[in-house]
């Protein structure tokens, strides 16, 4: 049986006079986005947002972004904040196209509060444009040429040379012989009208990345809906959904430093038009690593999320639900004949990884008011339930006998939630707000 571990935390603000304390979000409007070789929603707001660090590690150019929001540590084993899209928590910004985002909104202090241990490395809060009055068609699109840029010198073949190095009868720039020019190009059509009740918007986003390191590069589509439906004087129903389907090369992490070290006289090819292999410790012919080796990735995201809300007088009242779904799979093979990892029992590796996200909550609140006092009482709740799989296929044993290992593991965590909360304001110059929450979650208990 799954046990919850509760705890409870409470809240009390009180702002007294006009000059309020610093705020502790920022949120951004698409007027305001950066703008050029823009590929995931991070990039367009990289330096804007103060306490923000946005970097990558060493690693190829396709990688993703690590973020980190100033003045958080981490109780949950997650560095980068938490991502929520269009009131959905997902795992990565895999799930968003940069050209569907109207705002995004950055938390971190007690703006976090809501989302309690979650929100423990701060929350990046994404928000979709909305639908438009008359119908609307829009395209938009642009291509980028990117390239290295040396930073670290390295020894040529005659440099090598002189400084006593072996010669193996070639010079060859391995920097130039693993790297390209890279070619990207993105298309976006969104399109979106109300007739009636209903409104909607609806996009399709293609994109065509090449990395820098050879062989790299990655494909993407992208297609989400917007649909607004009102019910009734009383009702309305709102729809959101996405999906994300993407086929990446992300190349060699190591090949890198492969072809800093490489002997510059060291040839590509043998005279039989075989990969010359170098016979020495930890040292590779870099070419032959992207020729004889082969490494994959297929993700696909799918995000769907349904809400039903009512205004009755003063009364208003929420109740959703949604499922994001993220299914990524990586291949690596190498083949015999090549020296980086082509031993029988190094060159196969397969890593595949499912996660299941089911979000349900909801909202009550309502509204008293005079002449100079606004009391806002809401009680609200959410329930979220995490399914992860995730399984390794490599092989083992000898040279003489290799068999294929399949380790696969499964974890599920349940987080449940409620909020009681009060907000008063007299006049212009006192504001009071305080809360309670309750948590439980079967990840949180006395082994971890």
Not at 141 to 157: M, R, S
Not at 364 to 374: C, F, H, L, Q, R
Request: proline share 3%; charged share 20%.
């Amino acid at each position: 049986m799954m046990k919850l571990q509760l705890y409870a935390c409470g809240l009390l603000l009180l702002f007294n006079g006009t000059n309020f304390a610093q705020s502790t979000q920022t949120e951004l409007l698409d007027s305001t986005f950066l703008s050029g070789n823009i590929q995931t929603p991070i990039q367009l707001i990289n330096g804007l947002v103060p306490g923000m660090l946005v970097s990558k590690t060493n690693s190829t150019d396709l990688n993703d972004y690590e973020i980190r929001i100033r003045g958080f540590n981490t109780v949950s084993g997650r560095a980068n904040p938490l991502i929520v899209w269009n009131g959905m928590v997902v795992p990565s910004f895999d799930f968003i196209d940069p050209n569907d985002i109207r705002s995004i909104k950055v938390l971190r202090g007690a703006e976090t509060a809501k989302y309690v241990m979650q929100g423990a490395s701060g929350v990046i809060e994404v928000t979709s444009k909305s639908t438009t009055q008359k119908f609307q068609l829009n395209y938009h699109g642009f291509g980028t040429v990117d390239t290295k840029i040396y930073k670290q010198k390295v020894l040529d073949a005659d440099a090598f040379l002189l400084a006593g190095g072996q010669n193996l009868g070639a010079k060859t720039d391995w920097i130039d012989e693993t790297t390209q020019e890279a070619l990207s190009h993105s298309h976006n059509v969104s399109f979106g009208q109300a007739f009636g009740p209903v409104d909607y918007r609806a996009s399709i986003n293609y994109r065509n990345v090449q990395g820098v390191q050879k062989s790299t590069g990655y494909e993407r589509i992208n297609g989400s809906l917007n649909l607004n439906w009102e019910l009734s004087r009383f009702l309305e129903l709102d729809y959101f959904g996405s999906v994300n389907d993407q086929s990446t090369n992300p190349g060699f992490v190591q090949l890198t430093r492969f072809a800093h070290f490489a002997n510059p006289t060291m040839p590509i090819y043998f005279e039989t038009g075989d990969y010359f292999q170098y016979l020495a410790f930890d040292s590779y012919n870099p070419s032959s690593i992207i020729g004889l080796s082969t490494k994959e990735s297929d993700n696909l995201n799918i995000l769907n999320r349904v809400q039903l809300s009512g205004n009755f007088g003063k009364l208003h009242a929420n109740v959703y639900v949604g499922r994001s779904t993220s299914d990524r799979t990586l291949n690596e093979s190498y083949q015999n004949e090549a020296g980086y990892r082509g031993l029988p029992f190094y060159n196969i590796y397969r890593e595949t990884d499912y996660l299941k996200h089911t979000q349900i909550g909801g909202a009550i609140s309502m509204k008293a008011e005079s002449d100079n006092w606004v009391l806002e009482p809401k009680l609200s709740f959410d329930n979220q339930i995490y399914d992860a799989e995730s399984s390794t296929t490599e092989p083992f044993g000898s040279i003489d006998e290799v068999f294929l290992r399949t380790q696969t593991d499964f974890n599920k965590v349940v987080l449940l939630g409620a909020t009681i909360s009060a907000d008063l304001q007299v006049g212009k110059k006192l504001y009071l707000s305080v809360g309670d929450r309750l948590e439980g979650s079967s990840a949180v208990h006395a082994s971890n």
